[in-house]
């Protein structure tokens, strides 16, 4: 089946050690999103990679980076983790950014604990 | 700012009730509306959206919802629920500007029923 893969699904770091969270596709799709969900709250866009087109959210702190090597893997990296940035990190697809044929699939998340 | 609120944080429903879960948002543009739901353990899955036409649409396992532009208000509806639609759903608008789309995500409610 066509699915969004995040590895790993648990990750623990330490304070200020980098950090890197990884997202891969098999449906093909154009675009890639990053999403970070902390406890009780939304899930907030963090960035998304059109093609190669790299579109960072405006209050997305500078500790956050991503990579996208290829169509099918997608990287965050987090520069130097704080005890705030724990949460679940959603990584979703979608074939275009508008129309009908947007529509977000989601991957099982990433969930980060900070020591 | 464009934000998406639900209502509810937490519901609890005996098997057989019915089920209706608000969401607002606050855009004053043309949306597209998404209802998605997280089972335990799993990852988020649209259940059903909404882009145009048919004000009243109709997704997976019996959910439908309402659209209904003069309120802002994209409410979801089970008329029978069942123990396994125990999940959290999330309600999520797409505004369409900026030249892409991007969704914002409610809070989400989480959804107890008990046999």
């Known amino acids: 089946d066509a699915m969004v893969i995040q590895n790993p699904r648990y990750q623990v770091t330490q304070f200020g050690k980098p950090v890197t969270l990884s997202c891969s596709q098999t449906l093909n799709h154009n675009v890639m999103y990053w999403y970070q969900q902390k406890s009780s709250q939304a899930p907030k866009l963090l960035f998304h990679?059109?093609?190669?087109?790299?579109?960072n959210e405006a209050d997305t702190p500078d500790n956050f980076q991503s990579r996208r090597p290829n169509t099918s893997f997608c990287f965050l990296d987090i520069r130097s983790p704080g005890l705030g940035d724990a949460a679940m990190y959603l990584c979703a697809t979608s074939k275009l950014r508008t129309g009908s044929a947007y529509e977000q699939y989601f991957g099982p998340g990433t969930r980060l604990t900070v020591t | 700012a464009q934000s998406v609120s639900q209502h509810n944080h937490h519901v609890i429903l005996s098997e057989a009730a019915s089920l209706e879960l608000g969401c607002n948002y606050s855009?004053?543009?043309?949306?597209?509306l998404f209802w998605y739901v997280q089972y335990p353990g799993q990852h988020l899955q649209l259940l059903l959206k909404?882009?145009?036409?048919?004000?009243l649409v109709k997704g997976i396992k019996g959910f439908e919802a309402e659209f209904i532009k003069s309120k802002f208000s994209f409410n979801l509806r089970k008329p029978s629920v069942q123990w396994s639609d125990t999940a959290e759903y999330f309600c999520?608008?797409?505004?369409?500007?900026?030249?892409?789309?991007?969704?914002?995500f409610g809070a989400g409610t989480r959804l107890a029923v008990h046999p």
């Open positions: 990679y059109y093609d190669k087109d790299f579109n």
């Open positions: 855009y004053g543009g043309t949306v597209n």
């Open positions: 999520a608008v797409n505004p369409l500007s900026g030249g892409y789309n991007k969704l914002i």
């Open positions: 909404y882009f145009s036409g048919d004000p």
